[in-house]
C-alpha cells in the first residue's frame, strides 16, 4: 500500500527546518544559513519511495513581520499550514523556548493536520539533559500526533522520523513524477544560490534588507554558456559599500562563488553579471515583490515545464 501527500515544516527562523528537508532528500533543495529568516518562500522537496511520496513544504520561519514582505510570508506560511496532510514542527532543542516558540504553537490551533514535534539539534552538547522539559512547553500545549528528537545535520533519527511520516500519509498514489527532487524552477535556484553566497560574507542587518533580483537569464544553445544578469538589491544607498567591498572585492567573491555552484547545479557553463542596486523601500514595494514573486513562482503553480527556465 502506498502513501503519499504534504507536509509542512513549521518553525521559529534558524530551527534548521530547510537543513532537515535537504537531510531527508538527500539532496540540496533550500539554501541554509546561520542567519534566521533565510527562507523567503515555500520550498517543495519530494522524496519518492517505494512505501510512497512525501512531498515537503519547507517555509520561511514564524516571526512578527514588520514589512509587507514579511506580512505577504506569514500569510503564506498560514495558508500552506491549513492544506497540508502533515506538519512537522521542528524547535532547536539547545534553546529555551519562549514567547517565540508560544506563537508558533499557536498557529496550530484550528488546523486539524495532525503535527509531529521535533526537537532539532540533539547533537549539541547539554541538549539532552534539557529535553524532556523543554519538550513538555510544547506537549502542554498542543496535542502532538507523535513527538521526536533529531539531529538534522548529522543524521540521528531521521529514518525512525521518516517512518513516523509516511505513517501518517493518507493511501494513495504518487502525484508528482517521482524522478523530482524539487518543483522550484532553474531560475528560482540561480537567485538562491546567490542570495546564499552573499549571507555567507556579508553579516549586521543587510540580510534582512537585501534580496536578489534576477534581470536576465538566457541560454545560448543546448549546453552551451548560461548567461545571467542579476542585481543584489539593498534597502539604502549606504548599504551598497558592504555588498561591493574595497575596490570591487566583496561583490567579485560572492559572484565566483555563486557561479561555481550555479556551473555545479546545472551543469554549465556560466557567465554572471552581478551588480548592486540601492532600492529604498524595496521590502514595501508591491510591484517589485511581484516581479520577485515571478520568479520564484513554481512549475505546478504555473502549469509549465519542471526543467524550464
Ligand atoms: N548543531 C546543529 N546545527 C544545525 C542543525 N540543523 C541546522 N543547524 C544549523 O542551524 C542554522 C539554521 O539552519 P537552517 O536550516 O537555515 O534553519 P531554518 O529553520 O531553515 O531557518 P529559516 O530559513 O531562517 O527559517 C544553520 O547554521 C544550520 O547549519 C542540527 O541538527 N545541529
Ligand atoms: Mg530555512
Do not use: C
Not at 532539532?120 to 528528537?149: I, S
Request: a negative charge; proline letters at 5%.
Amino acid at each position: 500500500m502506498s502513501r503519499s501527500g504534504t507536509i509542512a515544516l513549521l518553525g521559529r527562523p534558524n530551527a534548521g527546518k530547510s537543513t532537515l528537508v535537504n537531510a531527508l532528500l538527500g539532496e540540496k533543495v533550500a539554501i541554509v544559513s546561520a542567519t534566521p529568516q533565510t527562507t523567503r518562500h515555500r520550498i517543495t522537496g519530494v522524496l519518492t519511495e517505494a512505501r510512497g511520496q512525501a512531498v515537503f513544504f519547507d517555509l520561511p520561519g514564524v516571526h512578527r513581520p514588520l514589512h509587507r514582505l514579511n506580512v505577504q510570508m506569514m500569510h503564506a506560511l498560514r495558508d500552506t499550514l491549513a492544506e497540508v496532510d502533515v506538519i512537522l514542527q521542528l524547535f532547536d532543542a539547545s534553546a529555551d523556548p519562549g514567547a517565540g516558540e508560544e506563537f508558533v504553537v499557536g498557529l496550530l490551533d484550528g488546523v486539524t493536520a495532525p503535527a509531529v514535534l521535533v526537537a532539532n539539534k540533539v547533537d549539541l552538547p547539554g541538549v539532552h539533559a534539557r529535553l524532556d522539559e523543554r519538550t513538555a512547553f510544547y506537549a502542554a500545549r498542543h496535542a502532538y500526533a507523535a513527538t521526536t528528537a533529531i539531529s538534522a545535520l548529522t543524521g540521528e533519527r531521521l529514518p525512525e522520523l521518516k517512518a513516523t511520516i509516511f505513517a501518517l500519509l493518507p493511501e494513495g498514489e504518487p502525484w508528482l513524477d517521482p524522478t523530482l527532487t524539487t518543483t522550484q524552477s532553474e531560475r528560482f535556484f540561480v537567485t538562491e544560490l546567490i542570495r546564499e553566497a552573499m549571507l555567507e560574507r556579508v553579516k549586521k542587518e543587510l540580510p534582512f534588507t537585501s534580496t536578489v533580483h534576477l534581470r536576465q537569464f538566457e541560454e545560448e544553445g543546448s549546453g552551451g554558456l548560461l548567461r545571467i544578469f542579476a542585481d543584489i538589491v539593498v534597502d539604502r544607498d549606504s548599504q551598497k559599500g558592504i555588498v561591493v567591498g574595497r575596490a570591487g572585492a566583496m561583490i567579485k567573491e560572492i559572484g565566483s562563488a555563486a557561479r561555481a555552484r550555479i556551473e555545479a547545479l546545472l551543469g554549465v557553463r556560466v557567465y554572471l553579471d552581478l551588480r548592486v542596486k540601492a532600492r529604498p523601500g524595496w521590502r514595501e514595494d508591491g510591484g517589485f515583490l511581484s516581479e520577485l514573486d515571478q520568479v520564484e513562482a513554481s512549475w505546478t503553480d504555473a502549469g509549465g515545464d519542471p526543467n524550464g527556465p
